[in-house]
């Protein structure tokens, strides 16, 4: 029993060692359904037709920004794929992240030095995964609660720290252009 807590079971963190993932700063986010299954519609002509559940994420991506005013949020593009979500989020300067607040480009929403808060073990809130973590739970209860029982996400997501303005422009080009480019995308999945 003791074997596991020698580190042989534990799936290590996709999340950046050392960075606070509740500080001011440009996130690339990409969330993928369980099994990248296609549940939000189709690709038609390089454009997203989103169905019913897919016209939920689009609207519950928006309510979190009304809901989580006191985080000084700004959405970036984004864009609802048939298996998958792509996201770019600004978490500015609040109440939850003065106390760790590393001297910042205010422009660019980027440090200017590096951020050495450890990351904290436990329940996570007012960051990055607290604000995935609520918009992934709004979906899936509209699913469940509207006869998509077969609805879930994959359980992790997958997170970019955007740390320049140019990488910012060429992700936000990206989720643009997805769409666009969904044949040659790596979620692209024929679904069977």
Same mark, same amino acid.
């Given at each position: 029993?003791?074997?596991?807590?020698?580190?042989?079971? +534990?799936?290590?963190?996709?999340?950046?060692?050392?960075?606070?993932?509740?500080?001011?700063?440009?996130?690339?986010?990409?969330?993928?359904?369980?099994? +990248?299954?296609?549940?939000?519609?189709?690709?038609? &002509?390089?454009?997203?037709? /989103?169905?019913?559940? &897919?016209?939920?994420?689009?609207?519950?991506?928006?309510?979190?920004?009304? /809901? +989580?005013?006191?985080?000084? /949020? #700004?959405?970036?593009?984004?864009?609802?794929?048939?298996?998958?979500?792509?996201?770019?989020i600004i978490i500015g300067n609040n109440e939850y992240n003065t106390e760790t607040q590393q001297r910042r480009d205010a422009m660019?929403?980027?440090?200017? #030095?590096?951020?050495?808060?450890?990351?904290?073990? &436990?329940? #996570?809130?007012?960051?990055?995964?607290?604000?995935? +973590?609520?918009?992934?739970?709004?979906?899936?209860?509209?699913?469940?609660?509207? &006869?998509?029982t077969d609805f879930g996400w994959q359980s992790r997501f997958h997170d970019h720290i955007i740390r320049n303005e140019k990488s910012?422009?060429?992700?936000?080009?990206?989720?643009?252009?997805?769409?666009?480019?969904?044949?040659?995308?790596?979620?692209?999945?024929?679904?069977?």
């Open positions: 029993m003791s074997e596991k807590y020698k580190n042989k079971y +534990r799936i290590k963190s996709a999340r950046m060692p050392n960075w606070d993932y509740g500080s001011n700063g440009m996130y690339f986010i990409t969330i993928c359904t369980q099994n +990248r299954e296609h549940l939000f519609g189709d690709v038609i &002509g390089g454009k997203m037709q /989103l169905n019913e559940i &897919g016209k939920i994420v689009k609207i519950e991506w928006l309510k979190t920004f009304e /809901l +989580r005013i006191d985080m000084n /949020l #700004q959405m970036g593009e984004f864009v609802v794929m048939p298996n998958h979500f792509h996201a770019i660019h929403c980027v440090s200017t #030095q590096k951020n050495t808060t450890k990351n904290k073990f &436990g329940p #996570q809130s007012k960051n990055l995964a607290s604000i995935v +973590r609520g918009f992934k739970s709004a979906v899936t209860t509209y699913a469940r609660k509207n &006869g998509f910012f422009h060429t992700i936000s080009q990206y989720i643009i252009n997805n769409p666009e480019n969904w044949n040659t995308d790596k979620f692209y999945k024929i679904e069977e």
